[in-house]
């Protein structure tokens, strides 16, 4: 969103959060994910990175196309950086993944 116009109404308060996000490391963000196998995750499953739990998927499934599963979910800005190794908790079960970049797959 270009915060640069003036004509938006509700424009001082866009700009008052964009720069509390940009400040906050423990803001959360939406992030892309790359689990391992083929066990999905699902709505309401703990991310954890570092040790620490991180965040919540929002939804998640197998991706025939990629042949793995993938997934997205609210997690600490710190954490967001594509490459980032992960865990996500799955029916008491760790599948390690890590944070990829949007879109999953690109027509060639």
Known sequence: MNLDKDDLVGLEALRVKAELVKNNSNTKVLASFVLEGRSSARHSDIIIAGGAETGMVT????????????????????N???????????????LPGKISQRPFYKRS
Not at 62 to 78: D, N, Q, W
Not at 80 to 94: L, Q, Y
Request: no cysteine.
């Open 80 to 94: 967001s950086r594509p490459g980032t190794v992960i865990s996500v908790t799955v029916r008491k079960r760790a």
């Open 59 to 78: 939804s998640g499934s197998y991706s025939p196309t990629l042949e793995t599963a993938i997934g997205m979910g609210y997690i600490e800005k710190k």
